[in-house]
């Protein structure tokens, strides 16, 4: 079987329909917490340790992507056979660990700078 880019974002469109009420409530806190963080931008500095813990959790979460992407899809990993299926499969898992690091970031970096410890 043979699929083409438009046939693929169809798919990705279908899958993630019923969720996009959920990346809107997400997306509203972000940004309600990126408001707050630019308030305390005097106050705050970006700490290492707590730039790679979020980033250490993305990367799980960008490896569970990586195993359970087909199987949201009604596939399976054996149904992942051409380049292209690599290649939008590895896509996914590089931008669900993007997403989950800045959705990571701002949040931690609040609860480091609230509490006044620091995260190793």
Same mark, same amino acid.
């Given at each position: ?10 798919? &990705? ?10 990346? @809107?409530? $997400? ?18 500095? $970006? ?12 990367? &799980?979460?960008?490896?569970? @992507?990586? &195993? ?9 990993? @054996? ?10 499969? $590895? ?14 970031? $701002? ?14």
């Amino acid at each position: 079987m043979q699929f083409s880019l438009l046939g693929i974002l169809s798919v &990705v469109l279908e899958v993630v329909r019923p969720y996009l009420w959920m990346v @809107a409530v $997400v997306g509203l806190i972000e940004l309600g917490l990126i408001i707050r963080l630019g308030m305390r931008a005097g106050k705050l500095k $970006v700490s290492r340790p707590t730039v790679r813990l979020a980033m250490k959790i993305a990367a &799980v979460v960008g490896l569970l @992507a990586l &195993v359970f992407a087909p199987s949201l899809t009604g596939a399976s990993h @054996a149904s992942v056979q051409g380049w292209l299926d690599y290649t939008a499969l $590895v896509g996914i898992a590089i931008g669900v660990f993007v997403g989950a690091w800045l959705l990571l970031l $701002v949040p931690m970096q609040l609860v480091q700078a609230s509490s006044g410890t620091k995260i190793d």
